[in-house]
Structure formats: structure tokens, C-alpha cells
């Protein structure tokens, strides 16, 4: 099993605030992607990232993969109350299933 | 383009009882997979069904099962409940991208 790691595992923020969340592992992935998961729903997928060095931007939210396929960010800017959640970065190899972190919760508070 | 529907959104079981959900996937995906998510060990992978094969497994007990019919539905079975089978079980489906998945609300689980 590759281990994604996420942090922080919480985040309480003020509207109008940055903020980044970290996923980080010792293995290569050929594709990672993030994902927002709202209570009793489920996860949402953001974006998908392949290329080593990939940035891809959605709003405000920003997302980057490492150089070496082994992690990846995401960068929200002026957070919004709407963007509370919890962030989820999921690695895949195999394509046949997905590696998830524990995931990042973040509040977002007015 | 509807996404993905489970059945039921919640149930309650007893230990020792067994139970089936049921997924309906994207229209034209292929392939479903099952998650278990607690709220201390994450999203772990159970399962995953591409044209009514199983092509990959998870590390759970032989109790969780899963099947898929020719229409791409999936249902997941679960024999002899246990406390710890207590989950939020979510499927999600995709097409040829298999990397990106698409999740169901997931069915609320508790043992009783």
C-alpha cells in the first residue's frame, strides 16, 4: 500500500485568509488527484494532476504536483466560508484503485 | 448526465446480520469501486469491477463481497456484521480514465 500523508489534518480559518494543505508520500504516483468531501456526502473530485511540475489552477484554489510525482498542494486563496470541507489527495499506480490520504478538515469561519 | 445513486442512504443492522448495498454508476462508465471510510482509518479501498470482473481487491476479510451485472450496476455484500463494520461505504464509478473517480453519497452503515 503507498501511504499519502496530508497536512495539517485541521485547518480553522477566517474568511479572507490563505491557506495551503500538503500531500506527501514516498512513492511515485502516475496520477493524484484532490478531492472536497462535505458531511454525510461524498468526496467531489477538484482536479487531476499527471505531470511532474503540474500546476492547475480552479478559482482560487491552486493545485501543484511535485517534480517527482510524490506530492502535491493546494493553495486556496481569500478562503470563503463555502470552501469549508475536508480536502482529500488520492494517488493511483495501478489504476484500478485509489490510494487516499486521511484528508485535511478545514473551517472556514465569517 | 445523473451521477452516481446508492440505495439505501442509511440502514441499521445487528451483529451477525448480513447486509447488501447497491450501487448505479454514471451512464457508459464501466468500472465501480467500493470504499469503506471511518472516521479513523480514512477511504480504504475495498474493491473494484470493470465489465462484471473483479480486477482488484482490497485487504478486507472474505465477509465483504461485492458483484456487477451486465448493466454496470454493483451491489456489495457484507455476511456476519461485526461493531467495527460501522461505515460510511461509498462507491464511485469511472470510464476510461480510471483514475478519476466519481462518488455516490454513500450508504450510512451502523451496527448495532
Known amino acids: 500500500t503507498q501511504l499519502l500523508e496530508q497536512s495539517p489534518q485541521f485547518l480553522s480559518i477566517q474568511e479572507g485568509e490563505n491557506l495551503t494543505v500538503y500531500c506527501n508520500s514516498s512513492?511515485?504516483?502516475?496520477?493524484l488527484q484532490w478531492y472536497r468531501q462535505e458531511p454525510g456526502e461524498g468526496p467531489v473530485l477538484l482536479v487531476t494532476?499527471?505531470?511532474?511540475?503540474e500546476v492547475k489552477k480552479l478559482k482560487r484554489l491552486t493545485f501543484q504536483f511535485g517534480d517527482a510525482r510524490k506530492d502535491s498542494s493546494l493553495h486556496i486563496t481569500a478562503a470563503q466560508p463555502g470552501d469549508t470541507g475536508l480536502y482529500l489527495c488520492a494517488g493511483s499506480n495501478s489504476g484500478y484503485a485509489l490510494n487516499f490520504g486521511k484528508g485535511t478538515s478545514l473551517l472556514v469561519t465569517p | 448526465k445523473a451521477g452516481v445513486t446508492q440505495t439505501p442512504r442509511y440502514l441499521i443492522k445487528t451483529r451477525g446480520q448480513q447486509v447488501t448495498l447497491s450501487c448505479s454508476p454514471i451512464?457508459?462508465?464501466?468500472?465501480v469501486s467500493w470504499y469503506q471510510q471511518t472516521p479513523g482509518q480514512g477511504l480504504q479501498f475495498l474493491f473494484e469491477?470493470?465489465?462484471?470482473?473483479?480486477?482488484n481487491k482490497g485487504n478486507f476479510p472474505g465477509r465483504f463481497s461485492g458483484r456487477q451485472f451486465s448493466n454496470s450496476r454493483s451491489e456489495m455484500n457484507v455476511s456476519t456484521l461485526e461493531l467495527g463494520d460501522s461505515a460510511l461505504y461509498l462507491c464511485?464509478?469511472?470510464?476510461?480514465?480510471?483514475?478519476?473517480?466519481?462518488f455516490g453519497p454513500g450508504t450510512r452503515l451502523t451496527v448495532t
Open positions: 469491477y470493470f465489465s462484471e470482473t473483479q480486477r
Open positions: 451512464s457508459g462508465h464501466r468500472s
Open positions: 512513492s511515485v504516483f502516475s496520477s
Open positions: 494532476v499527471v505531470t511532474g511540475g
Open positions: 464511485a464509478s469511472s470510464s476510461d480514465r480510471v483514475y478519476e473517480q466519481y
